[in-house]
């Protein structure tokens, strides 16, 4: 037998006594890929989106898909879904894009002296401030175990992230990658939906509980978290031709049902969920040297993927 068939016989044999052992002992989650987790998740750990808590911003460069959270901003969602309806933002721009921040939508001639704003049309002007909500058995709650610097606890309810305080009785989204906040001004009851903006960039908790925050990017976050920064003071386009256009904002029920962009997200009451989680926490595979054993809220990802055609 020469070597080279001797080193063969010996990792077959290494191989096999290894899946061996494979199938024996379970793999721990911390353990396995995400990729391998989310592989094995039964469909009932999926969920679709409510296409009427569901928006399609669609630009030139393609849709961004964004789904509303009514429990945590009831008010600031109901608003939003009659200016889609009534098509306030077909039309209107991507205003800003502030550098590790975020991009904001809106109105261009709102800021603009002796322009005329667009109307409202059966939209309120002005709401209530929904910064916080009460706690409500309604709403899911899925504690991450580790602390956070923002919140007394934090976790995942119904697919956003959230903060809560028992002894207040509040609870919040937060303002992690991806959230979508109204834009508002030093009044804290100001805004109304008209002018919406997404995080691009590193987690501004600090926001939290000073905004009211709406839903998140679903997909589509590449066509926002992209564009080029406004050279303006906080990142806001000083030339209309900087600004990108909004072809159209619409609620998914709006929209035919072929012309729909079907997306499941995972269940954050899900055990697959608590795997994901739990494997980003403590990191063991090949490439990783010192596992953190920690996660912060907004580190935590929340898969989205095509629904299976029926």
Known sequence: MNTRTAHWIHLALATSLAGTAAAATPTPPHSRAMADILAASPASDWRELD???TLYMDLPTGRVVIEMAPLYSPAHVAN???LAHEHYFD?????RSQDNYVAQWGDPSEDVEGAVARPLGSAKPTLPAEFTVPISPKMPFTKLPDGDLYAPEVGFSNGFPVGRDRKAGQAWLTHCYGAVGVGRGDDPG????ASLYAITGHAPRH???NIAVVGRVVQGMELLSTLPRGTGPLGFY???EQQLPITSVKLASDVPAEQRTRLQVLRTDSATFAAVAEARRNRHDDWYVAPAGHIELCNVPIPVRAAPTK
């Open 91 to 95: 039309g209107l721009a991507i205003i």
């Open 190 to 193: 100001s805004g109304n939906g």
């Open 238 to 240: 000083e030339k209309p």
């Open 207 to 209: 926001l939290d509980r």
């Open 51 to 53: 296409p009427d808590n």
């Open 80 to 82: 939003i879904k009659i």
